[in-house]
């Protein structure tokens, strides 16, 4: 199956062909040239039909489960193993977003909700400034499995949301939405996507005196991660928000450069800094005193 025909298996899934999808996508449209405070996340939200996954579906997600949980037992960071406990992911079936967030919201008052795909990347930050993630809920096909140009639930729900578990990165989080959100600065908006890239979906940690994979690039795909750890062809260069910041990524092929924390407090509180002068420059300091863990 060629990209075009998993893109559109994924779009003609039955758990987001429904009226309800429609409509939040034509919500989550028209939410691209809205200011900050009239972009309604609500809106964009769709139902989990959990029943409407495929036997393939879940045989898909246990597959991949087991590939990485593998690698990951060793090479993941241990937030994210601890954080997928918490939410009790396991290889028996696609996880429901019901379960996830029962055991998530307790824990830093991070939530994840269906999307019926694409949204703007404002009303994405919104979602983040809530401390709530927008999940995209299908499941790749079996025939792409080790590779997928757009997210699905393994991506997103396997890769991402478990480090939302963990007060330190879910405070990182959001005040990273918080900061992407109000910015009108597009040399800001530049640097915060290379932040979100090489943290967020492609960054490492040095634990127990080792480097381990926490980016959701990086946890969620099997020959990614490896070469991310492996591989002489790869730059591992120590965290620096400003180094980071001005450092250009390209998105299809393996990354030569990646970055490595010391740890997640080193991320917050650099986040926390960066958001300061943002929000400052905008009137909306305030904002930064609804973040709490």
Request: aromatic share 10%; charged share 25%; with cysteine.
């Amino acid at each position: 199956m060629d990209m075009s025909e998993t893109a559109k298996a994924l779009k003609n899934s039955p758990v987001i062909d429904s009226e309800e999808a429609r409509l939040a996508q034509e919500a989550a449209d028209r939410s691209a040239p809205l200011p900050p405070d009239q972009i309604n996340v609500d809106s964009m939200k769709i139902t989990q039909h959990w029943d409407k996954y495929t036997d393939e579906n879940h045989e898909v997600w246990g597959i991949l489960y087991e590939k990485r949980m593998e690698h990951l037992a060793t090479a993941g960071s241990n937030v994210f193993l601890q954080g997928a406990d918490i939410i009790n992911l396991n290889r028996k079936q696609v996880p429901d977003l019901r379960d996830v967030n029962a055991n998530l919201l307790p824990k830093t008052g991070w939530s994840s909700h269906g999307v019926p795909g694409y949204l703007p990347a404002k009303s994405f930050f919104a979602f983040l400034a809530q401390r709530q993630f927008p999940t995209t809920i299908t499941v790749r096909p079996k025939t792409s499995m080790d590779y997928l140009p757009e997210p699905d639930i393994i991506h997103d729900v396997f890769g991402h949301v478990p480090l939302h578990a963990d007060p330190v990165f879910a405070d990182f989080l959001q005040t990273y939405g918080k900061a992407a959100l109000y910015t009108n600065n597009e040399d800001h908006t530049t640097r915060l996507a290379r932040l979100f890239w090489f943290t967020v979906e492609f960054g490492l940690i040095h634990e127990d005196g080792r480097t381990k994979l926490y980016g959701s690039g990086l946890i969620s795909s099997d020959g990614e991660g490896h070469h991310a750890l492996e591989s002489d062809k790869v730059d591992r260069r120590k965290f620096d928000l400003q180094t980071v910041c001005d450092t250009d990524f390209e998105i299809d092929h393996y990354q030569p450069i990646l970055y490595v924390l010391d740890s997640f407090e080193q991320l917050r509180d650099a986040m926390v800094t960066y958001a300061e002068q943002i929000l400052d420059e905008v009137g909306r300091l305030d904002e930064l005193e609804t973040i709490s863990g």
